[in-house]
């Protein structure tokens, strides 16, 4: 029998609202989506920023794990949106947010540092987390060092990315908003001991460093051909400073990630007329953002699957092309995938550079071994996942550094964990402690059919953002070659959000079992029933609960002893089936859920 | 009623039936009746049994008189023919239209008000005639359009909400339409559409007069304590003889049951009715039986449900008049005009 759902649990409307669930940051997706259909974007710009602190950045470059959940992508009909099912553009309608924000407006709204009060913090790396953690203290009082071997702030966002997809003025301006809290010093310093950054007395280190070492290639021929043979991460980094400014006509470029795919648009950009992507593996098991490959194959790049690079042709100090073994995907008893030699014959691949971007690393050479720090047998440090403590009592990590490589929006999550943890120990708490959500309630109704959010939903298909044309963009490396929404079309994008942050609410003491929201429901998601085991009561709803990712919320109280059940899956949100109950029983509160960072941290559990 | 259209959005799993629809194909406008109706159940019970017949809509003739029931056709099947009649008259306009077109469904809607008061005497006639349909009365046994009055279906002594006990005597419609002539008569409740649907399938296919009386509380002005139409009233005294599985000809009987347990009726077209028994035994093809059970259980203050009274060999108007097999609006003019040598032979016939 289940037991009626504990909906005081914040976590269980927080699963409800998918997109806000799966971000690593917890951004309130929703709501900063109904401020931008109402054209606030600076408020939509603050919410992103107290969750993701990078909003004009992240709606560049997120690797948007919030889209792959969006309810939207599972309750769409094909036939009536006219395209395949797909989520709302949330990453993008991010950026809108901060491409539309009033600056004067903002620069208002942002937070200025108190007076000191006497802790000193170091963070080492200048990236997303640090950054992240100096935020979330320098507010605080405490007072933040920044440690980065780069001139500017802004780590693997500034030296990876290309400028083409992110402007540096926004990494400038984030990044600005970070150090003009004040309180926040940044040295261009490399740092070569962690033993020297503890001496100098810092309260807690924070380990920001990322993972900085491109994976090289282990193939015949490659040392001879070294002059024509770049590792990506570095390459794109030296394009970013401006020390490379050219390629070579044919490139190859190794690997199926993010970073293979900036590496062959920068190509492009650098004189590469034949660039193309080839890669082990098939072309969807690339690890590279499906959005991303498409960005690519537009930009006339080839991407050639299940090719293991054998050996690098060489003549004369000189390279000649790229030697590569078919091979085919096969799987064992486990589900393992090991790639065999089809016996198909060699490929062979000419060009005038090879970019190596088959993975990158975490490098800890500047810890030293007795500096207190254990490490785990993959050379990562051993932490604490809750708190991001390291076996050292002062030294906190963070971002790619803590966990190996991820992306920017999981860096932000790490930094606001870190700071919470590191502020607690300083004030004496216990970080294992974690501060509980705020949860604000609030009803929706405003009369008998009308409720403050636009509770209709929309049937159109995802919009597409608007590129510039493909021969300007790719003539000039610093044009961004997306455009972004534009407000009329950053509204209606908007409007495709079903607003799973409004919930219905449902109190068994005042139904009366008419079945009016039962009848009402568009998607059948209501049940008045027997109350049974899970699993099979699942079977038994007026539509199957086939999704056993997504609750069951389950409403008692009731006159006759059945229970209410509501399948979370596939509700639209639309609030009709409170609009049809006639008692009440139903209503549609919109639950805003906000993560608890480090300036709130003594909020209990 | 509800400012927004019900969104066309709908469950993954929604699967078409045979003519091609799916359930939402089978619906109709929103309702503006007010919220937590009983009509509106009913209606989606209506849907339902639609879509579970595999109907096709345009041959679905929806005719109601007036009241709040009677403006539900607008509800269901929205893509059918229908007609918002007189006040009482809807009963006449559906003869005349069976008579006309005998190919189309027809399912009269119609309320307490609409069907025991003003319309009594079109009630009694057209159960008399045995027009090949389905009605449903929404009973809620008040004036709900009037803002609550008593109408005649209360129950003598339940208690209006202004707190005045009813003085009158109540007319039962089902007692009333076995007796006119009604060859299949059920009585259910629009919170138990697991009764509900069955029932409207097998009265909807059955080849006569067909009547279900369907308990339909009225949230707004009966459905507090001391009504005998409030859902919980009628959930306290729901009691059901038997819960009906409605089995279509063409499809192939595979469970069985228990001899004991069911009882089978099988219809003049080969349908079968399969009746699980509830209790005690009842056998509904016994008219004089049935009569007596339905007023045991009102003196009794039950609220029978379930499959009452059928008539298993029914005959309906067309055949009581010996009509043409196709429709009236069919005929053209040599078989309405047969020329001078048809005369002839007529005129021969009577020499």
């Known amino acids: ?605 | 009623m509800t400012y927004i259209a019900k969104p066309r959005l709908h469950h993954p799993s929604l699967v078409k039936n045979k003519a091609g629809f799916t359930r939402r194909d089978y619906e109709g406008a929103v309702s503006t009746l007010c919220a937590g109706c009983g009509h509106d159940s009913i209606s989606a019970a209506i849907i339902q049994a639609c879509y579970e017949l595999d109907i096709l809509p345009h041959q679905v003739a929806k005719l109601s008189g007036i009241g709040c029931s009677s403006k539900a056709p607008t509800y269901f099947v929205g893509a059918s023919h229908g007609f918002n009649t007189v006040h009482g008259r809807m009963p006449s306009v559906m003869t005349g239209a069976n008579l006309a077109n005998r190919d189309l469904i027809y399912m009269g809607v119609s309320g307490d008000g609409d069907s025991a008061s003003i319309g009594l005497g079109q009630f009694a006639h057209v159960m008399r005639r045995g027009v090949n349909m389905t009605y449903i009365v929404m009973n809620n046994g008040v004036y709900g359009l009037t803002k609550g009055q008593f109408s005649a279906t209360a129950d003598k002594g339940s208690i209006s909400k202004k707190g005045v006990s009813n003085p009158d005597s109540s007319i039962d419609m089902v007692s009333l339409a076995i007796l006119m002539g009604a060859t299949f008569v059920g009585r259910s409740f629009s919170g138990d559409k697991h009764q509900l649907v069955p029932l409207i399938k097998a009265a909807m296919d059955h080849k006569g007069a067909a009547f279900l009386d369907v308990i339909s509380p009225c949230v707004a002005f009966n459905n507090h304590a001391g009504s005998t139409k409030s859902y919980d009233y009628v959930r306290e005294h729901n009691e059901a003889l038997n819960r009906i599985d409605f089995i279509e000809t063409r499809e192939e009987i595979t469970t069985s049951y228990d001899p004991g347990t069911t009882k089978i009726v099988q219809q003049h077209d080969g349908s079968i009715l399969r009746l699980r028994k509830l209790g005690e035994d009842y056998d509904p093809s016994d008219k004089v039986a049935a009569v007596k059970r339905v007023q045991e259980g009102l003196h009794a203050g039950e609220v029978v449900t379930g499959l009452l009274y059928v008539d298993p060999t029914p005959s309906d108007l067309h055949a009581n008049l010996n009509t043409v097999d196709v429709p009236l609006n069919t005929l053209n003019a040599p078989d309405l005009c047969p020329g001078t040598s048809a005369l002839d032979k007529i005129n021969a016939s009577l020499r």
């Open chain 1, 1 to 605: 029998m289940l037991k009626p759902t504990d909906i005081a649990n914040p976590d269980y409307f927080h699963k409800v609202v998918d997109c806000q669930w799966a971000c690593p940051a917890h951004t309130p997706v929703p709501e900063y989506i109904r401020l931008i259909a109402h054209g606030r974007y600076s408020d939509a710009y603050m919410i992103n920023w107290k969750s993701n602190v990078f909003p004009g950045i992240l709606g560049r470059t997120c690797d948007r794990p919030c889209e792959p959940a969006c309810r939207r992508s599972r309750v769409e009909d094909e036939n009536l949106v006219k395209g395949k099912k797909e989520p709302v553009a949330i990453c993008r309608l991010k950026r809108v947010a901060a491409d539309y924000k009033d600056d004067d407006d903002i620069n208002s709204k942002m937070p200025k540092a108190p007076e000191k009060n006497g802790r000193r913090v170091a963070c080492i790396g200048g990236g997303p987390s640090s950054l992240t953690v100096a935020r979330d203290l320098a507010v605080l009082g405490y007072e933040i060092v920044i440690y980065d071997q780069d001139p500017k702030l802004g780590g693997f966002i500034r030296t990876q990315i290309p400028h083409f997809r992110l402007p540096e003025s926004v990494i400038d301006e984030e990044v600005g908003y970070i150090t003009g809290i004040g309180n926040v010093e940044f040295r261009h310093q490399r740092v070569d001991s962690l033993k020297a950054v503890l001496a100098e007395g810092y309260d807690a280190v924070f380990v920001g460093s990322g993972a900085p070492r491109g994976r090289d290639l282990d193939v015949p021929g490659r040392k001879e051909a070294a002059a024509n043979i770049h590792i990506g991460l570095d390459w794109l980094s030296s394009v970013s400073f401006g020390h490379i400014d050219k390629v070579g006509k044919r490139v190859i470029v190794l690997g199926g990630g993010n970073t293979a795919m900036d590496c062959c648009r920068t190509a492009r950009r650098l004189g590469g007329e034949d660039v193309k992507v080839i890669v082990r593996s098939g072309f969807d098991e690339m690890k590279a953002s499906p959005w991303e490959k498409e960005d690519a194959i537009g930009e006339d790049i080839p991407i050639l699957n299940m090719l293991v690079p054998k050996e690098v042709r060489h003549e004369g100090g000189k390279i000649k092309g790229v030697l590569f073994e078919k091979v085919v995907a096969k799987y064992d008893d486990k589900g393992r995938r090991s790639l065999v030699p089809s016996g198909e014959p060699d490929e062979f691949h000419e060009c005038d550079d090879v970019l190596v971007a088959i993975g990158q690393e975490n490098a800890f050479p500047w810890i030293e071994k007795d500096a207190g720090i254990e490490f785990d047998k993959w050379g990562l440090p051993q932490l604490n996942e809750k708190t991001f403590a390291s076996t050292h009592p002062k030294v906190f990590f963070g971002g790619d550094a803590a966990f190996g490589p991820k992306n920017i929006i999981w860096a932000a999550a790490h930094g606001h964990e870190a700071a919470t943890s590191i502020h607690k120990m300083l004030i004496g708490e216990n970080p294992e402690e974690r501060p509980a959500p705020g949860v604000n309630v609030a009803s929706q109704k405003m009369g008998i059919h009308e409720w403050s959010y636009d509770n209709a939903p929309t049937i159109d298909h995802r919009l597409k953002v608007p590129h510039r044309p493909k021969q300007e963009a790719l003539k000039d490396i610093m044009a961004e070659v997306e455009l972004g929404f534009d407000p009329q079309l950053a509204f209606k994008e908007a409007q495709r959000c079903l607003n799973c942050d409004v919930q219905t609410v449902f109190s068994g003491q005042l139904c009366i079992e008419c079945d009016a929201c039962v009848d009402i429901c568009p998607m059948d998601c209501i049940t008045f029933t027997e109350n049974g085991e899970e699993k099979e009561l699942r079977t038994r709803l007026t539509a199957p609960a086939m999704n056993p990712t997504q609750d069951l919320y389950i409403g008692a109280g009731l006159k006759t002893q059945r229970v209410m059940v509501k399948d979370e899956d596939v509700c639209l949100h639309c609030g009709l089936c409170a609009e049809r109950c006639p008692t009440g029983a139903w209503d549609m509160r919109k639950y805003y859920i906000e993560m608890t960072h480090a300036e709130h941290a003594c909020r209990k559990q």
